[in-house]
């Protein structure tokens, strides 16, 4: 409010958000997606499929919307 309309024009200063996965681990959730799960089980999850490749759930969830992913990536 002590700013005005000049302070509703313009961000505050934040932390930069979290820099893009790179591409070599895209492309490894990429083939781990396409090909059989691990185990005994008949599909992978998210979590699973997260775990494998050492990134967080919502990392593997960034990948499906890489340019890389290209539609190919179950949901």
Known sequence: ???G???LTRDKTRKPGKPPLPAATVQ???ELALSQP???ATH???RMLAKAA???LPARCDC???PQADGDLPA
């Open 5 to 7: 309309v000049d302070g």
């Open 1 to 3: 409010m002590a700013e």
């Open 44 to 46: 992978w999850t998210g």
């Open 28 to 30: 490894r959730v990429l």
């Open 64 to 66: 499906r919307q890489s």
């Open 54 to 56: 050492g990134v967080s």
């Open 38 to 40: 691990l185990g005994e």
